[in-house]
């Protein structure tokens, strides 16, 4: 008789689609037979987070949506991917409640970028489940291609605004201005 997969809870967020990740995963599933949930956690960044909590969701879907097209591509099937509570720890508790889980793993920015190891989440949340939780040290995957949906990036242009003789603004390109008199007003 064969024996039951293991059943693997992955968390991530920014990680999600990283090459680390994607290497502990594969020698994972090469080492014994594992089920992997991936839980990505809908937690903002940046100025996001003071101006609402629950503003992570679109960029959760885009990295969780990134990851599963990564691991696909390297072969790692997830019996499962969703998004979790904006709390890190929250929705790992909702997502072992909801599930069992045999172990989880755990992927962040380094040190010195990730919200998580600040609050030291690895280890809250082995204390709090009491399962096994291996941490990975990720780096932030960039996701996919610009669509042709997407606006291009921003060109950035250098313009100098001023008032003219006659109280009127003016703009001027750096190059223009730079041949302008440096007389009291423009004729």
């Known amino acids: 008789m064969r024996p039951e997969p293991a059943k693997v809870l992955v968390v991530a967020t920014r990680t999600a689609a990283c090459t680390e990740l994607v290497d502990v995963l594969k020698r994972r599933v090469t080492e014994a037979a594992a089920d992997l949930t991936l839980l990505v956690p809908a937690t903002p960044y940046g100025w996001a987070w003071l101006a609402d909590m629950y503003s992570g969701g679109i960029d959760a879907e885009r990295y969780l949506n990134s990851a599963t097209e990564r691991y696909r591509e390297a072969g790692v099937e997830l019996a499962a991917a969703r998004l979790g509570d904006p709390d890190p720890l929250a929705a790992v508790m909702d997502a072992v409640h909801f599930d069992k889980f045999g172990e989880i793993i755990v992927c962040t920015l380094p040190r010195h970028l990730s919200k998580w190891l600040r609050f030291s989440l690895p280890h809250r949340i082995k204390s709090v489940t009491g399962l096994p939780v291996t941490h990975v040290v990720g780096s932030q995957a960039r996701l996919a291609k610009r669509g042709a ?39």
């Open 149 to 187: 949906d997407r606006r291009p990036a921003h060109t950035r242009s250098s313009h100098s605004v001023y008032l003219d003789g006659q109280g009127a603004a003016r703009v001027l390109g750096l190059d223009e201005a730079a041949v302008q008199p440096a007389t009291g007003g423009i004729e």
